[in-house]
């Protein structure tokens, strides 16, 4: 979408899967034979398996409501509505366009829009909830985000429910919200999620949860020679170890990686999820792990948290950007638990990978405040700024005084 | 699985590429078919 690499140079070609020595057959699997262990295509072709892996995917969600199958009513999960999405602009030439749900997909799309075409749109963003980015940041990291995008020219409506897109000759023309309002569109992307492709599993009969497929932790189905990976199958939340649906790219491929190594004869487990991501709009760049403080309250937990404001170089340095963490931490097991970091330079909001290592490996606040980082003035905070060591010590008056 | 045995992988993008990938380079003796209705695997 950003125009940043050109379309093929995202796509794996087929020749890295056949110069390995891998059969690649483009056609849609129409039905799996459990009993016989074959799969069978479009086109009548059987194909014998002894292992089968299902790696089917999700796709774009698009809530029922009435309108949304309106002409310039679109979504964004591949390569190919990225470039349907940039002919409509071409063709059309919409002036109001407006993105429903304030995830990280959707704010992207306005952002890149307004960045690299300014003044051509009037850019919307109408969000349920009461901040954008709801699922990755809580609303004191939030708010700091979309001071900075309004800024830029981004209108953000939050705590608005679109009731139904209206259209004139097939073409969509606006969206009415549950408030009254009405909003001019000649463009709308409806972004609010993405469901698991089960259609195949559901067919064969293979176990289900409420979330995908159900698979143990070696991604193995309910049927001893299938296994499923991916956007298709229900995670386990790493911290909660409850049910989610983990639909991301990092844990899609670690599993795709768990399962051959199974095959292969390993007893490596899936860890489960953390739902680490991150997302860039103009020069800020937003990571998040784990949990937010407003997801862990719900999961029950008792949290104590910090936010630091950070620096990406030391304070003397030319060209030094401004950022900051937020640590979550469980009260009651002092374990870290979640952090987000809202970063005006792209290099320090990689810590969250610091964060989710130190998840990982249980870590506390008490063992935190030991933290030391890799520290140069050209490339980080002084020692004395590192924003870990200072939430986990700010974390450990709070627990002081409680 | 075992020298000649059959995998296929049904549906690539993020994860069943990955699967194939490295099913190969474990398992450099079986046979590996990937079948997937897309034109292309993207890689984001």
Not at chain 1, 292 to 305: D, I, L, M
Request: net charge neutral; proline share 5%.
């Amino acid at each position: 979408m950003a125009g940043l690499a050109a379309s093929n140079s995202i796509v794996v070609p087929d020749k890295m899967l056949e110069g390995a020595g891998i059969n690649v057959v483009q056609d849609e699997v129409t039905k799996v034979d459990a009993a016989n262990k074959s799969v069978v295509v479009s086109g009548g072709e059987e194909f014998k398996y002894d292992k089968l892996i299902l790696a089917t995917g999700a796709s774009s969600f698009i809530p029922p409501i009435e309108g949304k199958d309106l002409e310039g009513v679109m979504t964004l999960r591949g390569l190919d509505d990225a470039e349907k999405i940039k002919s409509y602009i071409a063709d059309k030439n919409p002036k109001n366009i407006i993105l429903i749900g304030a995830g990280f997909i959707s704010m992207e799309i306005a952002s890149l829009l307004a960045e690299h075409m300014p003044d051509k749109f009037n850019i919307t963003v109408i969000e349920l909830m009461d901040r954008p980015l709801p699922l990755m940041l809580d609303k004191d990291m939030s708010d700091s985000v979309r001071q900075y995008l309004e800024e830029k020219g981004l209108t953000i409506l939050t705590g608005e429910k679109v009731e139904k897109l209206i259209g004139q000759d097939g073409k969509v023309t606006g969206v009415t919200l549950a408030s009254g309002k009405k909003l001019d569109a000649e463009m709308v992307f409806m972004n609010v999620g993405v469901r698991p492709n089960i259609d195949l599993a559901t067919d064969i009969g293979l176990d289900m949860a409420r979330f995908g497929i159900k698979v143990n932790p070696f991604q193995e189905t309910s049927d001893p020679d299938i296994m499923a990976v991916g956007d298709c199958v229900e995670k386990i939340n790493f911290i909660t170890q409850k049910p989610t649906p983990g639909q991301l790219r990092g844990p899609a491929l670690l599993q795709g990686r768990i399962a051959a190594k199974r095959l292969a004869g390993y007893d490596i487990e899936f860890p489960g999820v953390m739902d680490a991501g991150g997302c860039k709009m103009f020069d800020m760049t937003i990571t998040a792990t784990g949990l937010t403080e407003e997801t862990a309250a719900k999961e029950g937990f008792e949290t104590v948290c910090a936010v630091v404001d950070s620096r990406s170089k030391h304070a003397m340095i030319p060209g030094v950007k401004p950022w900051k963490l937020k640590l979550v931490f469980d009260k009651k097991t002092q374990k870290l638990i979640g952090g987000q970091i809202v970063s005006h330079a792209i290099a320090p909001a990689r810590e969250i990978d610091a964060v989710t290592a130190f998840i990982l490996g249980g870590a506390t606040i008490p063992r935190l405040t030991t933290f030391t980082s890799a520290s140069n003035p050209d490339i980080a905070p002084e020692p004395s700024a590192e924003p870990i060591t200072v939430a986990a010590e700010q974390a450990l008056m709070k627990l002081r005084k409680s | 699985m075992k020298k000649g045995e059959k995998l296929v992988i049904v549906g690539c993008s993020g994860s069943g590429g990955p699967a194939a990938m490295l099913s190969r380079k474990l398992m450099p003796e079986i046979d590996i078919t990937v079948i997937r209705k897309e034109k292309f695997f993207i890689a984001r």
